[in-house]
């Protein structure tokens, strides 16, 4: 262990190798699709790639939100029972007479809370994010079954329903959507003070409290951040599917942390990006889109979704080591 | 084997190689020639020839980074040696690795307990060498076994409690017993009685005596000179990683192991100069803390103020205080004559207090995080407009602090963690440079820091000082404090006990002072 050397070996600007490593994951996804282009013929369908945006929207922007609490090194596993609990509580407030506007801002601001209540978990309980979201993650859904009864709620909203069936410009509006969550989030993570406390944090949060950054604050909105996404998502999906259930999107915590892993996040925090997520998630859709046309086995494709895990994040971990 | 209770099995295979029993008494069993270690441009342990005699107990005393830590990471294999040879019993060994220390009877009792705190007493003791029977652990053998042992070595000890029940010095007295229990041959002591009562210490001490004349050798690390002449036979001293001399017990005394303790280096790379001292810019009364009571100091504009003490002495406990870090319990701060509560980070810094934390690693810098983001951590509320960071003042701001403190990096971009202990203490510097500040704290700013480098950093203080700050400069090396400190405050226990003009005090008072004799 030699200081010197270590200081010669070392210099490699992380940027380049940032945009490096997005470089590759895109020319990933452009494979797949070349790949599914030649293998099928339905692949390159105006109709197949609308389903395949649609698909793949839904889980980036929660992988965006997700990869906010990563970076300060948490987790939060209760983004999919945020997306089924807000798909209930839209549902349920559109039934009872609440205008379309309201009921969104308000279905946002349960996201808030869920986001506030996990910080305040974190922050002034001393639990462990792990058990924190664990714990939400399962009472989310008992207490959307509990306001279900354990059915569904069926949304008559047209204005609603109609929105994720539309396009704008040819293209989906639920891709739009990923649009509309991306750039305020690069923004905040990459050009704003407060992306660089949230990766100070996850970095080593006592010489980020001992430079002046409010910890407390910055895990705060890390997870209203996440919880929010969640929120958004679950109107997404309740405009998706026209109804509000407790147990949709079970799992999708599960491929959150995946896309954000796969695009290079690193679950010991301070390493992330906004692109990297976006393109796990197209990638994972596409895997999953190309699966169904090749009429490979769902349960295959699962297998398929956790091989590519080990294999893409080892070959991150080599591409660190390397350049250290 | 000539360990007490040698009731494990463990060396069958590798002490086939190893010399059963050791030399007689009286005769080297371990031997160190020209043994050296390295960090880089930075010299741990000068070359350094020792030799330890059987049976013998060989005191090791030193200030804060003389070295001790490094010699004992050495003997235990924790890390490898750059150069030099060491023998056991005659023959030439690597001790490349703790397993081949431990496998020649060679174990170390540290100061903080590294065992498993919820485990049960006889099960840490056991612990990587368990009784089984067919794979199966025998639980009841092995605490019945454990407080055999305890019991014989007098230690008023359960077997079968929980490790963490205890206190810290019981915890100590059952890693001493887990030793004496492996047929252990040579034992290091680090400054075992750090943490025990009178009494537990004078368990230990009939404890070592026993290993002693079982015909264990001990080595014995201390900063508490009573306990040195009351139990070594020899005594070694080092000084910045150089080992000056070995006395024996009967033929020295304290006056002569501290005039061996402490050198005078320091005044070859800084020259003082005399600078006209200003308003005061801080004053604390009895300010009451974790860690520190009823301090009352002063700083004024353009003088250091220097804090000396040993580590746990409450002085980074003191400043962490002041910085709003952790909580004040009574007392009072004004600044600049106006009293002030400092509840937070964010207000000791709006007030103009910067804070050089004690550890790099844990508390100074997000290491896997480029060093153009650590040294404008402090400081990005200023260099956003609107919403976004401007990122030209971004780059200049990191760019001018890695130019004027010559931060050795090609681009700000590379990460903190690749950078050498002395350009890493630049970019902590650095993040408070860009701050500024009217107060600057430096917690053992030159810890692991090469000579140059420490002359830069002295000269820095120079710099702030003509520009009308004052400087709270924390440090266990004596030679550093003495000679920048217009006035020195000694630490003991967590209070202030003694203070000194500049240079005022002999060396040898001051650290008189700080241990307490």
């Known amino acids: 262990m030699t200081v010197e050397a270590t200081t010669e070996a070392a210099p490699v600007p992380k940027r380049g190798m940032n945009i490096l490593f997005g470089l590759t994951l895109l020319g990933l996804l452009l494979f797949l699709w070349l790949v599914l282009g030649f293998a099928t013929n339905s692949f390159w369908t105006p109709n197949n790639i609308s389903n395949l945006l649609r698909q793949g929207a839904m889980t980036a922007i929660l992988a965006v939100g997700q990869t906010f609490v990563i970076i300060t090194a948490g987790i939060d596993l209760s983004v999919g029972a945020v997306v089924g609990f807000a798909s209930v509580a839209v549902a349920w407030l559109l039934a009872a007479g609440v205008p379309l506007w309201l009921a969104m801002i308000i279905t946002l601001l349960i996201g808030v809370l869920i986001g506030a209540f996990h910080a305040f978990g974190i922050v002034r309980m001393g639990l462990p994010a792990f058990i924190i979201t664990l714990a939400t993650l399962t009472s989310l859904r008992g207490i959307g079954l509990l306001i279900t009864n354990g059915s569904t709620i069926s949304i008559t909203n047209e204005a609603f329903t109609n929105f994720s069936r539309a396009d704008f410009l040819g293209v989906p509006s639920l891709f739009w959507m990923v649009i509309v969550v991306a750039i305020p989030a690069y923004v905040f993570l990459h050009l704003s003070r407060w992306g660089r406390y949230l990766f100070a944090v996850g970095s080593n949060s006592e010489a980020a409290r001992l430079s002046g950054v409010n910890v407390n604050r910055t895990i705060y909105v890390a997870y209203i951040l996440s919880s929010t996404c969640a929120a958004f998502v679950g109107l997404l999906l309740a405009s998706r599917i026209g109804i509000g259930n407790a147990t949709q999107a079970e799992g999708w915590e599960l491929q959150a942390i995946a896309s954000s892993v796969i695009g290079g996040t690193s679950l010991f925090g301070a390493v992330g990006s906004v692109q990297g997520p976006l393109l796990g998630a197209f990638i994972l859709a596409t895997i999953n889109n190309g699966a169904n046309l090749l009429n490979v086995n769902s349960f295959w494709q699962r297998i398929i979704t956790g091989a590519l895990i080990i294999v893409i994040v080892y070959f991150d971990q080599l591409r660190r080591r390397g350049s250290r | ?517």
């Open chain 2, 1 to 517: 084997m000539t360990g007490l209770y040698d009731v494990s099995h463990r060396h069958e295979e590798g002490a086939a190689t190893v010399a059963r029993h050791p030399v007689p008494k009286g005769q080297p069993i371990l031997e160190l020639r020209g043994l050296q270690k390295k960090y880089g441009a930075v010299e741990a342990l000068k070359p350094a020839s020792l030799t330890f005699l059987c049976g013998e107990i060989h005191a090791i005393v030193g200030e804060n980074g003389a070295g001790k830590s490094t010699l004992i990471k050495l003997l235990t294999g924790v890390i490898r040696r750059t150069s030099g040879e060491v023998f056991w019993c005659g023959q030439p060994v690597q001790l490349s690795n703790p397993t081949e220390a431990i496998a020649r009877g060679i174990n170390a009792v540290h100061q903080e307990v590294v065992l498993c705190p919820h485990l049960s007493v006889a099960a840490n003791m056991f612990l990587g060498d368990e009784m089984n029977n067919k794979g199966l652990m025998r639980k009841r053998a092995m605490t019945a076994a454990a407080q055999a042992v305890l019991n014989d070595l007098g230690f008023n000890l359960p077997a079968a409690a929980t490790l963490s029940s205890l206190t810290i010095g019981q915890q100590q007295l059952v890693a001493t017993a887990r030793a004496a229990m492996r047929g252990t041959q040579f034992l290091i002591f680090d400054e075992p009685t750090a943490y025990l009562t009178r009494q537990e210490s004078a368990q230990l001490f009939r404890l070592i005596r026993r290993l002693q004349g079982e015909g264990v050798t001990i080595v014995y690390i201390s900063h508490r000179m009573e306990e040195v002449f009351e139990l070594a036979d020899r005594v070694s001293v080092l000084r910045d990683g150089t080992h000056v001399g070995t006395r024996k017990i009967s033929e020295t005394n304290d006056a002569e192991l501290i005039a061996l303790m402490i050198n005078r280096t320091i005044e070859q790379i800084y020259h003082k100069e005399t600078l006209p001292i200003g308003a005061t810019i801080l004053e604390t009364r009895g300010l009451t803390g974790p860690g520190f009571e009823d301090v009352s100091l002063s700083v004024r504009a353009g003088e250091i103020v220097g804090l000396y003490g040993l580590i746990g002495a409450g002085r980074s406990e003191f400043a962490l205080g002041l910085y709003g870090r952790q909580p004040v319990r009574s007392g009072e701060i004004y600044w600049q004559g106006k009293q002030v509560e400092i509840r937070n980070e964010r207000q000791a810094m709006n007030l103009g207090i910067a804070l050089a934390p004690e550890s790099r690693r844990d508390q100074g810098l997000c290491l896997n995080l480029p060093i153009g983001l650590n040294i404008n951590l402090p400081v990005f509320d200023r260099l956003t407009s609107g919403f976004t960071i401007n990122r030209r003042r971004e780059i200049d701001n990191a760019d001018r602090q890695i130019r004027d403190l010559k931060i050795k990096t090609p681009t700000r971009r590379v990460l903190a963690s690749a950078m050498s202990g002395g350009n890493q203490q630049k970019i902590v510097i650095g993040k408070w440079l860009s701050h500024g500040a009217k107060l600057f704290i430096f917690d053992e700013p030159t810890v692991g820091v090469d000579v140059g480098t420490k002359a830069e950093i002295y000269r820095l203080f120079a710099r702030l000082l003509e520009q009308g700050a004052g400087i709270i400069l924390i440090s266990s090396y004596l030679p550093e404090v003495y000679e920048l400190a217009d006035r020195l405050h000694v630490f003991r226990q967590g209070k202030l006990v003694a203070s000194h003009g500049y240079r005022g005090g002999s060396h040898e008072d001051v650290l008189t002072q700080a241990i307490g004799v």
